[in-house]
């Protein structure tokens, strides 16, 4: 069966040629666990995603997956390993329609049948893609264009699966679905997910811990309930 990854953060600083911007971050997600990465903006969310996904250049500390440290691992070799980022921003190919976005996420993952295969699976979790299949990219409205976005990165079949605000832009139901479906997803599939949001009250409603990031340093890692019920945490950190 599927089982997610164990990620492992610990002591992770990065910077961006300057002064750093994560400092000393240690955090871990558990198989099969939902993590939200919270904070406001600038806190360091993107840029921890980044190091994940090995986009930056981590200064120290170490990114360990099911044990095994990522340090040498390519960025394009991230995806073989089960490591799948959804980029703020979109993956998506405008040009191209959904079925040919699909069907290029899983080229070096499923050849023939078992492509077909793949991309139906994803058109069983998102029905509203399965209608559009023939649309291109850049018809879709925003929440499907997130839903492609997150079948893209499904379809690789990642055992962790780090998301940057898939909330951004969507009205509130659409952000409940997209939710929604992240969760039933991770649950039957195992999948572990490290889920970077600003909107916090989604992000914990599926959520089973969250991570408080302000100016680069951890200062809350506890369980979606406590950190939900926690005034003054949320008035300091979260704005709410
Ligand atoms: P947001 O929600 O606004 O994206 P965030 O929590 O994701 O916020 P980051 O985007 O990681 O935060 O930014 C953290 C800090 O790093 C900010 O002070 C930002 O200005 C800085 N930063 C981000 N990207 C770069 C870059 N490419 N070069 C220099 N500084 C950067």
Same mark, same amino acid.
Do not use: C
């Given at each position: 069966?599927?089982?997610? %990854? ?5 002591? =992770?600083?990065? %910077?961006?040629? !300057? ?19 919270? %904070?406001?903006?600038?806190? !360091? ?14 200064? @120290? ?6 044990? /095994? ?44 049948? *078992?492509?077909?295969? *793949? ?10 893609? /399965?209608?559009?299949? @023939? ?5 879709? @409205? ?64 599926? /959520?089973?811990?969250?991570?408080? =990031? ?8 506890? @369980? ?11 008035? *300091?950190?979260?704005?709410?």
């Amino acid at each position: 069966g599927f089982r997610g %990854g164990a990620l492992d953060i610990r002591d =992770l600083t990065v %910077g961006y040629g !300057g002064e750093p911007v994560l400092h000393s971050v240690s955090f871990d997600l558990r198989p099969g666990e939902i993590v939200a990465l919270l %904070g406001a903006n600038g806190a !360091g969310k993107t840029t921890l995603l980044r190091a994940v996904a090995r986009l930056v250049r981590v200064a @120290s500390g170490t990114i360990a997956l099911d044990g /095994a440290d990522l340090g040498q691992v390519r960025t394009e070799d991230l995806a073989r390993r089960g490591v799948a980022l959804v980029p703020d921003g979109r993956s998506v190919v405008g040009e191209l329609t959904v079925d040919e976005n699909l069907r290029l996420a899983a080229l070096w993952r499923h050849r023939g049948a *078992a492509r077909e295969r *793949a991309v139906n699976g994803i058109y069983e979790i998102f029905g509203s893609l /399965a209608r559009r299949r @023939s649309s291109a990219g850049h018809q879709l @409205s925003g929440g499907e264009r997130q839903m492609l976005a997150l079948g893209r990165a499904l379809i690789t079949e990642p055992t962790v699966l780090a998301l940057d605000e898939p909330s951004l832009g969507l009205a509130p139901l659409i952000v409940a679905q997209v939710m929604g479906t992240l969760r039933e997803t991770a649950a039957s599939r195992g999948l572990t997910v490290l889920l970077a949001e600003q909107n916090v009250t989604s992000a914990l409603s599926i /959520a089973d811990r969250g991570v408080v =990031l302000n100016l680069g340093r951890v200062v809350a890692d506890a @369980s979606a309930a406590t950190l939900a019920n926690d005034t003054h945490l949320r008035h *300091a950190y979260l704005g709410f």
